[in-house]
């Protein structure tokens, strides 16, 4: 996840800022805000609804798509309200408490334990390609939008009022990947407490090694864009 002090980045970004504008006198004031939306509108929307869709447990993800007459619990796409055609699947899954004791109540034996998981792995993997290409788009925009802001106020151009709405955006933008972050974070537990149930006796390795390496791995790259962003502010 990011680091927890870009608040404090963000309020001596805002300092800085003030002096700069305070050192250029009423000129600044006269001119006409440099900054603006550079088209980060929907991409921003969608990386809130990401952040949204990232909370939901792999669990609820579980249940909702695997019983008949409930909808994807994962995505855009999913629905809160999953409908009274889960009630059997919310009996014998959601009391279960877990992801693991949902999977243990609902299938038997480690072959078909194997194939839900691996198709609860899959199904988050494309989630999470989904929230790391929306948050790669937020990022370029973001930056583009904080350059120009930067440029404006080294040109003594900038606006008080555009600055710290556009400084409000970008932090919440990182608020919004943070978010995300954390409930990537959170399925890759429930993952990784669910990989004894793939393992043969005896052994060690998992089948789904490579898929929880992958997950990984995206995770890496969620927090590296958050870290990106936080280093612009």
Known sequence: MADRSHPSRIGAALVAVS????????SS??????????????????LAKQAAAMQKTILQGAIAGGVTGGAIGFG??????????????LGAGALAGTYVAFVQRNYAGREARLRQIKKD???????????????????????????????????????QAEVTKELAEANGNLAQMELAIDGATKRQAEFNEARNLTIKRGQTASPIDGDLAALSNQITQMRGIANDLASSL
């Open 121 to 159: 792995l899959d199904r988050n993997a494309s989630e999470m390609q989904t929230t790391l290409n929306v948050m790669n788009q937020v990022l370029a925009a973001q930056r583009a939008e904080l350059d120009a802001l930067n440029a404006s106020v080294a040109a003594g151009t900038a606006d």
């Open 19 to 26: 002096l700069a504008l305070s050192a250029c006198g009423d």
């Open 76 to 89: 855009l796409g999913g629905s809160d309200d999953i409908g009274t055609g889960i009630s059997v699947g």
């Open 29 to 46: 004031q006269t001119s006409a805000p440099a900054t603006g939306s550079t088209g980060a509108t929907q991409a921003e929307a969608d």
